[in-house]
Structure formats: structure tokens, C-alpha cells
């Protein structure tokens, strides 16, 4: 009796403390809420990939970020999509429109948006050009780009977390989500699609001099 009580205690525990390291202390259950737990507590740098786009010469993804010291809410789609990059482009819409009410309220823009393709074959800069006018992107707040070098795409995509599985006939199954990178060109925060508002408050906190 003593004996199997302690088998089951020893059971339990064990598999509390199993529950414990997989999921954080219990502070996150899934390996997507895993990530952004690990991104907020220790920021991701993107690598130094080349990007180009409609107004944008070849340049690395740092470099980009760097300039005007901002903050940048950054997605993942690519053109030929008719699924979840329709949420996105929509969500980027409402950002966009946001970002503009503060501009005509007198207030210097410190956040951005940067969409970043990730089929890079088909969506030159002249493909995303036409893409971002179907969604009346403002240039001086919305930014498209794609990395034109294969290997380099996919390791942008493997140091953000982005998972991006192709069907083999142009299309692709992928993650979605908000991310918001610092001036430093470090990821710092992950958000999804139902927390838009969320990421936009966060990168103006960020944007203002606010802590991580």
C-alpha cells in the first residue's frame, strides 16, 4: 500500500516537473506561445540579409530598420496568396490608418510597417508594387520587400520563426503573426493576428523610449 502511494507520488511529480519544462514554469502550453515567451525575454537579431522593394535599393534587413530610429511592425506574406495574407494585408490596413491619424495629429511617424515576402522568385519589387497599390499602401509608412537570395530568405525565415511550407504549385502553408523589431534590428516581440491593436500600443511604447 505504502509502497504504490509512493510509486504515484513519484509519478505525479515527475510528471509535473515534465509539464514544468515544457511549458516554461506553466507560464505558456504550446510551442507557438513557447516562442513569443523566448523572443520577449531574450530578443532575436535578424541576420544580415540583402532586401529590395518598389523604393527600396538592395540593402541588409539592419540597415533598413536602422534608419529613422524607429520601430517596425513586420509580416510575412507573399502575393499569390488568397488565405490568411488577406487577414494580414487587412490588419496592415487598419495599422496603416492608425499610423496616419497620428501623422495628421501633428505627431512625428516612429513606427512602421514592412511586409516581407517569402517567395521571392515571383514577387520582384515590380510585383510588389503593384501589390501594395491594390492595398493603397502609403509608401512613406508601409514598406514591401522581398530577399532575393534563396538561402538567405530561408535563413531570415528559420532566425524569426517563420514556417513556411510550400505545396509545390506556387502556393504556401505558413504561420502568421506581428512582429515588432527595434531600431537595432532585434525581434522583441511576437503578437497574432487577434492582437493587432496589442502590437501597434507595444511598438508606440517602444517607439516613445519605453522599456522591453
Not at 29 to 36: D, H, L, N, Q, S
Not at 75 to 103: E, I, M, N, P, W
Not at 185 to 194: E, H, K, N, P, S
Request: glycine fraction near 8%; charge should be negative; hydrophobic fraction near 50%.
Amino acid at each position: 500500500m505504502l509502497r504504490t502511494a509512493l510509486l504515484s507520488a513519484l509519478l505525479v511529480l515527475a510528471g509535473y516537473a515534465s509539464a514544468a519544462w515544457l511549458t516554461h514554469d506553466f507560464q505558456v502550453w504550446t510551442a507557438e506561445g513557447a516562442r513569443r515567451l523566448e523572443v520577449a525575454q531574450h530578443p532575436v537579431p535578424v541576420p544580415p540579409v540583402t532586401v529590395e522593394g518598389p523604393g527600396i535599393a538592395a540593402q541588409s534587413l539592419p540597415t533598413l530598420l536602422a534608419q529613422g530610429g524607429g520601430v517596425t511592425l513586420i509580416d510575412f506574406v507573399y502575393t499569390r496568396c488568397q488565405t490568411v495574407c488577406l487577414s494580414l494585408g487587412s490588419s496592415f490596413q487598419q495599422l496603416q490608418a492608425a499610423l496616419q491619424a497620428d501623422r495628421n495629429a501633428g505627431a512625428t511617424p516612429t513606427v512602421r510597417l514592412l511586409s516581407i515576402s517569402f517567395d521571392g522568385a515571383h514577387d520582384t519589387p515590380a510585383v510588389l508594387q503593384a501589390y501594395a497599390r491594390s492595398l493603397q499602401a502609403d509608401p512613406a509608412l508601409w514598406h514591401w520587400v522581398r530577399v532575393p537570395d534563396a538561402v538567405e530568405q530561408q535563413a531570415l525565415l528559420q532566425r524569426l520563426g517563420v514556417v513556411v511550407v510550400s505545396d509545390g504549385r506556387g502556393d504556401y502553408e505558413h504561420n502568421a503573426a506581428f512582429l515588432v523589431l527595434d531600431a537595432q534590428g532585434r525581434m522583441v516581440r511576437v503578437f497574432d493576428l487577434a492582437e493587432q491593436q496589442w502590437a501597434l500600443d507595444f511598438a508606440r511604447h517602444l517607439a516613445k523610449g519605453g522599456r522591453l
